[in-house]
């Protein structure tokens, strides 16, 4: 089984006020640094590149235009570009004119990475049928916005023949371990990874795990790193454009 890896930035900054108010999620000395402005505690793009770099992997960063400005990361984007990393468009859905908000944002995005962007993220994962469809029209290749218990599997498909676009489920996200189901470190790790053997076990052939850049140095976020080192180790994993490839590759090998 394949594993696909990304991360969505919904923000890259927060105030002291805000770090203050969730210090539980943070060392003392992550939270003294913060004050003092010698670490931004919500802007770790340069910290993941050096993780997956040091396992010799490459991620999914999807990223929004709305949120902040992408003058702000126009450097660390084109470095992830140079690197092999790649770059999807994290969408915000408004209700009106929503064709012309998502060609603007994807337009935007390609000219400040100069570079094509082939995959979409739904913020809050808020997708529907007519979005897909919207995807497809506007020249996106991948959406990755549904949970795998939505869609009853882990793997990619397509979506149908009208809509040429490749559905990739999300397999476990950072938020759901904490947020939602309040797991330790521990036991999401656990969980994690028994998920994992789950999928493999019921002939799944791929898996995406979704954890936000901003988490990374958080409480929860930090478990990151020891999932990649176990999946690094027992299998192979990939930036969510290389594991369609690879997914298209064997099947036409076992054809």
């Excluded at 402005?37 to 040091?54: A, D, P, S």
């Excluded at 371990?177 to 493999?200: D, I, M, P």
Aim: with cysteine.
């Amino acid at each position: 089984m394949l594993v696909g890896l990304s991360h969505d930035a919904d923000s890259i900054r927060r105030s002291f006020k805000h770090v203050w108010k969730v210090r539980h999620r943070f060392t003392l000395k992550q939270i003294v640094s913060h004050a003092l402005g010698i670490r931004n505690l919500y802007n770790n793009f340069v910290e993941l590149m050096e993780l997956e770099e040091k396992h010799g992997v490459r991620s999914t960063f999807f990223i929004p235009v709305v949120f902040f400005s992408l003058d702000e990361l126009e450097d660390v984007l084109k470095e992830l570009v140079k690197g092999g990393w790649e770059i999807g468009l994290h969408y915000v859905a408004e209700p009106i004119q929503r064709r012309a908000l998502l060609r603007l944002e994807k337009t935007m995005l390609e000219e400040k990475i100069e570079h094509t962007v082939n995959g979409v993220r739904t913020h809050n994962l808020a997708v529907n049928k007519e979005l897909l469809r919207l995807y497809a029209e506007e020249g996106f290749i991948y959406d990755s916005s549904y949970r795998m218990e939505e869609v009853g599997q882990s793997t990619p498909f397509m979506i149908s023949s009208e809509v040429s676009l490749t559905e990739v489920p999300i397999g476990v996200m950072d938020t759901d371990l904490f947020g939602r189901l309040h797991l330790s470190e521990n036991k999401a790790l656990r969980y994690v990874l028994h998920k994992l053997r789950t999928c493999k076990e019921a002939g799944e052939k791929a898996f995406t795990l979704l954890f936000h850049q901003e988490s990374y140095s958080m409480k929860g976020g930090r478990i990151y790193s020891k999932i990649l080192e176990e999946v690094v180790s027992s299998t192979e994993a990939y930036k969510i454009s290389e594991l369609l490839d690879k997914l298209r590759e064997r099947s036409v090998e076992e054809a």
